[in-house]
């Protein structure tokens, strides 16, 4: 009994040494052929079924027989809806959205970057194809996005939308550092745009971009491709093609900001004569959030800032606005200068508290004081010496209807809101009200240079330097 069990074990031990030998081999084995995927540099991208027929496409345009082929077989479908040249990219993009659209859910849209990850491609990148620097001007409705900029963790952002369209159409020829990629303003939470602009290198029908004069008629109609991705809240007004040394933010000559407010019982006439006190080159570092460990420079140079109103009543009340136009703007600088304003609307600072803030000799502290809303703000528009954005009579009709069926659902939302008023107490109720509660909040304020001060620039670069000395 005892000599067939020493057996039985004998056998089992030969078997699970054997099967560990198999196991060693599989793995070698495995090691290897990694080694032969990760060195592969064919032209196909296998990061979807559509993108073979993008790189099938940049073969297409140096191949006469397959051009001949191709326009044998194309469905007069296709040939209505893309304008000649015959864009092949784009609709081997647009078949892959309507793909994933309809395998959403089942996991196998994932695929393909799962895929990607295993063989070190990145999904939506075409290094193959032709490039050419492009700026794109940008509008976007900030309300449910925590900013433009997607270099902090919190989604959503414009900027991360527009790149996850960029990547759907295969318009990335390269990673984002390496598309030379840049943007004219980074706008906070909740702020919107109707002018932003962004530059880098993306995919092109144009062979030979550097050559000659360039027919822009038989270029991606990079408008019309985008909006068909974008969300609802961002879209594109236009694109133009820029010079090598072209970069959005550094070549910008000028910025220009709205700000919209409901006129109320503010003073216009003295909040105007505060708002051309920024008017100028000044030290804007008390009308910003400062960035010390950054930002050593608070100089910044206002052109325009003036404040009208809207033609649009409400209940008695009047839409107004102030345009601010300069070079350049520190970081939170549009709002915190608002905020100001306000309280010389209202009766609660006189506007030479403008001249001492802007006095850093007399106020080299930043008094403490909530900024302006961030959902009334508009980056309206940038300015370059050379760029002329166009748009395409097809993609001009379809941002035209869009924005219109944008402008009247939020009428109609707003009209909602107006009915919803008439059941609420009577105006003289609510007159008496409001003044009781302005009396108060004027009997209760404390002056802004009578406030409590954040610490000055000096104080914070002597705070960052200890911690990097502590660090080393």
């Known amino acids: 009994m005892a000599a067939a069990e020493a057996e039985t074990a004998a056998a089992l031990r030969a078997e699970v040494a054997a099967l560990r030998m198999r196991v060693q081999e599989l793995e070698t084995e495995n090691q290897r052929l990694a080694k032969v ?27 006469p027989e397959a051009q001949h082929n191709e326009k044998f077989h194309q469905s007069s479908a296709l040939e209505k809806d893309l304008s000649p040249p015959f864009d092949h990219t784009v609709v081997s993009a647009e078949r892959e959205i309507h793909r994933n659209r309809n395998v959403k859910g089942s996991g196998l849209a994932d695929d393909s970057s799962k895929r990607a990850k295993r063989t070190g491609q990145q999904v939506g990148i075409l290094s193959h194809c032709s490039k050419r620097l492009v700026a794109l001007k940008v509008m976007y409705f900030g309300q449910r996005f925590y900013g433009f900029s997607s270099e902090g963790n919190t989604e959503p952002t414009v900027e991360s939308e527009i790149f996850k369209a960029l990547e759907r159409a295969k318009l990335l020829v390269a990673s984002r550092k390496e598309s030379c990629y840049s943007r004219c303003g980074r706008t906070d939470k909740g702020v919107s745009a109707s002018g932003q602009v962004i530059s880098l290198y993306l995919r092109s029908n144009i062979k030979d971009v550097g050559g000659g004069t360039l027919d822009e008629r038989s270029e991606i109609d990079y408008v019309k491709v985008l909006n068909r991705i974008l969300p609802q809240d961002i879209r594109v007004l236009g694109w133009c093609p820029v010079a090598a040394d072209f970069h959005a933010r550094f070549t910008c000559l000028g910025r220009e900001y709205k700000y919209l407010f409901w006129k109320q019982d503010l003073d216009i006439s003295e909040m105007q004569k505060a708002a051309s006190k920024f008017v100028g080159e000044h030290d804007f570092r008390n009308f910003c959030k400062m960035d010390a460990a950054n930002v050593s420079n608070y100089r910044r140079r206002i052109t325009e800032f003036t404040i009208s109103a809207c033609d649009i009543r409400s209940s008695n009340d009047e839409l107004c606005s102030m345009t601010i136009k300069g070079t350049a703007f520190l970081w939170h600088q549009v709002r915190c200068m608002v905020a100001v304003l306000f309280l010389i609307g209202q009766g609660l600072e006189s506007p030479s508290v ?4 802007l006095d850093i000799t007399k106020t080299p502290r930043k008094p403490q004081y909530k900024m302006a809303s961030e959902l009334p703000l508009i980056l309206r528009s940038c300015q370059f010496d050379k760029a002329d954005f166009m748009c395409s009579s097809d993609a001009s009709r379809s941002l035209t209807e869009h924005l219109n069926d944008e402008y009247h659902q939020y009428m109609l939302q707003a009209e909602i809101f107006h009915e919803a008023l008439s059941c609420l107490p009577l105006p003289d109720a609510i007159a008496e009200s409001n003044s009781l509660e302005t009396l108060h909040k004027k009997r209760n304020y404390i002056p802004l240079l009578s406030r409590q001060t954040e610490p000055s620039y000096e104080e914070r670069i002597a705070k960052v330097k200890t911690k990097l000395t502590d660090n080393l």
């Not at 995927?37 to 191949?63: F, H, M, P």
Request: proline share 0%.
């Open 37 to 63: 995927a990760s060195s592969c540099t064919c032209g196909i991208k296998e990061d979807s079924i559509g993108s073979v027929a993008v790189a099938s496409s940049c073969l297409y345009r140096s191949n």
């Open 354 to 357: 403008v001249d001492s803030l």
